[in-house]
């Protein structure tokens, strides 16, 4: 069961724009091409292809060399209660 809640929230991440690619690979050990793969095989095909389309743009932060350099971070507001994180929410 856990490895489902673990897909749950790969793709919760992936769908977030703010969240790279980078930190998926450092909590989850995924590849981009293995994101890419879980999100064709679990999503609807028009929101792949909507979510393809935001990754694939030259505006998308999923990739670091993209990010903009005043985007320093990286984590969702619910991590702490979806992953048990012990990240930090002071700014």
């Known amino acids: 069961m856990k490895q489902e809640l673990d897909i ?3 793709i919760e991440m992936a769908w977030e724009d703010r969240t790279p690619f980078d930190a998926i690979f450092m909590q ?11 999100m064709r095989t679990r999503l609807k095909r028009s929101s792949y292809i909507l ?36 990240i930090s929410k002071r700014w």
């Open 28 to 38: 989850f050990g995924l590849r981009e091409n293995d994101v890419k793969k879980i």
């Open 51 to 86: 979510w393809r389309k935001r990754v694939e743009s030259g505006t998308s932060s999923k990739h670091l060399k993209k990010r903009s350099k005043e985007i320093n971070r990286f984590k969702c507001s619910r991590q702490r209660s979806i992953s048990n994180n012990k």
């Open 8 to 10: 749950d929230r790969v």
